[in-house]
């Protein structure tokens, strides 16, 4: 019989992974490094120092300024079609990279209220991601609404492990409700949520609904048409290997085009870039979510890992990050569940049901802080989330089988010791 918590289980895995080629076409300068927050900053691509040096030396170099009229001031649509067209389920001229997930979500937050004019709430979770509850609790305060929260009110509270539902959502809206802002995929136990569901209730009730997709984006198939969903951003440096401090971006339904407002009237989003003229006048479609001068550099770089999803595929992309959470709740369960071989009482707060999962898990210790310190100190790299989170994040691309074997068996041995 196999036993599957032997390393050559693993090894196996490897040999038969189809996306495996993919680890040897990224910058990996120490091979025993067992890399587990791709979740938080991917990994380099090796093409992606040359595809930057090319803009430096034969773009900004040679070419100067007019570099500009040769191919940089479209590079935040040209790419941004490739990205949402690769990723998101989007068509042509929906999706633009620019700014950063921050600055994005007060853009697109400020738009969709003015969609609604007569309604002043936002419903939001209360775990979720910092920027998002920051900037929803700011945006309604200056227009004089509220946000309804979801979920626990403490932020010591235990990580929740299940999904947002339709039916939560439904409970917390009524007829002042304008916007519904949540996390595609939570940030802290990898659970995505009911998307579909999520979005018919709120147009049900008049509401829009905003995505925020940075978890989700290179690890979960999206169709953001296909849910009829209004409104998205995320940020392209986790499992799009964009870079450190990559650019976001924005998809907008095309429906809404014509009517949103971008509260940052930058000249980038003019409808004219170089008239120079006295008053605002947006540019047609998504461009007008621009704001001031583009990174071409950046661009490029986002470009780069988008080019690596599209060539492995978004089907099989899934395919492996199922897998892999798959073999780290089986070995969660054999090495560090309170009812495994070592009783080390570590919890699951993730969901059990992988098809629930993005392309993370979290494992909850009372230490965790501590532990996660300490297992970079041995070469083993996830990351901490408060309050007691150690997020183990599995990139397709570039995490082996192996990598999770000798990552959870890290965890178990230092554990161990401390016990």
């Known amino acids: 019989m196999t036993d599957t918590a032997a390393r050559s ?22 091979d025993s490094v067992v890399y587990l927050d791709g979740n938080s900053l991917g990994r380099m691509p090796s093409e992606t120092a040359p595809r930057v040096a090319a803009v430096l030396h034969e773009q900004w170099a040679d070419r100067l300024i007019r570099s500009w009229d040769e191919g940089w001031m479209d590079l935040p649509l ?38 609604r ?32 929260w979801l979920g626990p009110l403490d932020p010591a509270a235990p990580l929740p492990i299940d999904p947002v539902t339709a039916m939560q959502v439904a409970g917390a809206l009524h007829d002042d409700v304008a916007v519904v802002l949540l996390s595609a995929v939570d940030y802290r136990s990898g659970a995505i949520a009911e998307l579909a569901g999520i979005t018919q209730a709120a147009h049900d ?18 169709d953001l048409p296909g849910i009829g969903a209004d409104f998205a951003i995320g940020c392209s440096y986790k499992y799009v290997n964009g870079g450190p401090g990559a650019p976001a971006w924005i998809w907008a339904a095309p429906e809404h085009h014509g009517a949103m407002r971008n509260p940052v009237p930058g000249w980038m989003g003019h409808s004219d870039v170089f008239a120079m003229s006295p008053d605002y006048s947006p540019a047609v479609g998504v461009r007008r979510f621009m704001t ?21 595929g978004m089907a099989a992309v899934r395919t492996k990050s199922l897998a892999l959470t798959t ?79 000798d990552g959870l068996l890290a965890i178990r041995t230092l554990l161990e010791a401390l016990r």
């Open 78 to 115: 040209e790419v941004g079609d490739r990205l949402g067209t690769t990723l998101l389920g989007a068509g042509p001229g929906e999706t633009v990279v620019c700014d950063n997930v921050t600055v994005n979500v007060f853009k697109v937050l400020e738009a969709a209220l003015d969609l």
């Open 205 to 222: 009730a008049g509401a829009l609904v905003v995505w925020d997709c940075s978890h989700a984006i290179g690890s979960v198939p999206l």
């Open 292 to 312: 001031g001068t583009p990174s071409a550099t950046a661009l490029a770089a986002v470009d780069v890992g988008v080019g690596l999803l599209a060539e492995a």
């Open 9 to 30: 289980y693993a090894e196996a895995l490897d040999e038969a992974d189809p996306l495996a080629p993919f680890r040897s076409r990224f910058e990996i300068p120490d």
């Open 327 to 405: 073999y780290a709740v089986d070995l969660y369960d054999r090495w560090l569940a309170g009812t495994g071989e070592t009783g080390l009482a570590v919890t699951l707060a993730s969901p059990r049901d992988a098809a629930l999962r993005g392309a993370h898990i979290t494992l909850g210790h009372p230490d965790a802080l501590a532990v996660t310190q300490a297992l970079a100190d041995r070469g083993v790299i996830p990351d901490f989330r408060h309050p007691d989170g150690i997020r183990v994040g599995l990139a397709p691309l570039t995490t082996r089988f192996t990598d999770v074997h």
């Open 117 to 148: 004019p007569d309604r002043s709430t936002v419903v939001a979770h209360k775990g979720e991601f910092p920027t998002d509850r920051y900037v929803a609790a700011e945006v309604t305060r200056r227009r004089g609404g509220s946000v309804r």
